[in-house]
């Protein structure tokens, strides 16, 4: 009951921020950006667009991968018309494509630019099931398996851009609280729901994309660690957003409930605000690994702390995005069994 009422008030964490803080706000005090580039999925709409904002704001040389290349592009020149000095670079990239994935990263090694901060925002809620063109349920391969592969193939130019400047390199996945809605085993519901469409459920499979988001944080974090990189990796949990609802009056009861539900909501500026701060705050140098809400560093659910969960999602992940990615929900397959154990190559 008290951390709801923080919440609804906005009180202050130990950050000096708290759920009403902008992303204008909490980067205020963040050092001058202009010789970061930074990767933004997701940016050409809603908490990504935001967050591309304020960091073009802050002086940062902006990528936005997009789908949909026209939006992005409206998205930058709204951005530049606002900060006319704004360096900004749309590509095309599709996360649920493992080649679009592979393609875009080639493309812009191409151009030469560092790498200072990866945000990976992008997500889909698929309200009917479909599957990927590489065979896997469309929420993982767009919100997970997309992400895992770009930031895998990023990792060296991350790492070399962090040598080369001292500037430390921060990964920031964007996840969500309703990570903490699924329980069971990972990998096997991801192949139920992948190989039969009647197991499907759209918010635990969302759900479960999420979970992917934070156990890849958390393994990432332990890697990285070992390889004595000068590079963090944490995560985030954004808010629920407040969006222009439709909907029928019918009544005081109803138009209480609806008041007292939005109480509950963020603006977009607000949701942008804890992935900007755990991108630009110095004070979250070295920290990694760590789950973030409201711009306060909070407690991922139980199954998003499980090293060896993550461990073992991570090494599916790795076979997923290597070689056959039903391979890995196949009990007879002698790839499956490498689920259960950590791959020591990143």
């Given at each position: 009951m008290l951390e709801t009422v923080k919440y609804l008030i906005g009180a202050t964490g130990p950050s000096g921020y708290g759920?009403?803080?902008?992303?204008?706000?909490?980067?205020?005090s963040c050092p001058d950006l202009r010789s970061i580039t930074a990767i933004i999925t997701g940016g050409s709409s809603g908490i990504g667009a935001e967050t591309a904002r304020v960091l073009a704001m802050r002086g940062a040389r902006l990528v936005l991968p997009a789908r949909n290349i026209k939006a992005a592009?409206?998205?930058?020149?709204?951005?530049?018309?606002?900060?006319?000095?704004?360096?900004?670079?749309v590509m095309p990239l599709d996360l649920s494509s493992l080649s679009s994935v592979r393609n875009f990263v080639s493309e812009f090694e191409s151009i030469g630019l560092p790498v200072n901060l990866l945000i990976n925002n992008a997500g889909k809620f698929?309200?009917?099931h479909a599957i990927s063109e590489d065979g896997i349920e469309i929420s993982f391969a767009t919100n997970h398996l997309g992400h895992f592969l770009l930031t895998k193939l990023l990792l060296n130019r991350m790492i070399e851009t962090a040598r080369n400047t001292g500037v430390q390199g921060r990964i920031v996945?964007?996840?969500?609280?309703i990570h903490g809605w699924f329980s069971g085993d990972t990998i096997r519901y991801l192949g139920l729901i992948t190989r039969n469409k009647s197991h499907?459920?759209?918010t635990r499979a969302y759900a479960?994309?999420?979970?992917?988001?934070?156990?890849?944080?958390?393994e990432l974090a332990r890697r990285l660690k070992e390889m004595d990189a000068n590079v963090t990796v944490n995560c985030v949990h954004p808010g629920v957003v407040r969006t222009r609802l439709t909907r029928e009056r019918e009544g005081l009861a109803t138009d209480l409930a609806f008041f007292f539900a939005s109480k509950l909501l963020k603006t977009i500026?607000?949701?942008?605000?804890?992935?900007?701060y755990v991108a630009t705050h110095p004070r979250l140098l070295n920290v990694s690994g760590k789950f973030f809400s409201d711009c306060n560093e909070t407690s991922s659910a139980k199954l998003g702390s499980n090293l060896a969960e993550a461990a073992r999602l991570w090494s599916a992940s790795e076979i997923m995005v290597s070689g056959d990615p039903k391979a890995v929900f196949d009990p007879l397959n002698p790839l499956s069994l490498k689920t259960n154990k950590v791959d020591e190559k990143y």
């Open positions: 759920s009403k803080s902008t992303a204008e706000k909490v980067t205020e592009e409206d998205t930058k020149a709204r951005i530049v018309a606002e900060f006319p000095e704004s360096e900004i670079l698929a309200h009917e996945n964007v996840s969500s609280g499907y459920d759209p479960l994309s999420k979970l992917a988001n934070v156990l890849h944080a958390k500026p607000q949701a942008a605000a804890t992935t900007c």
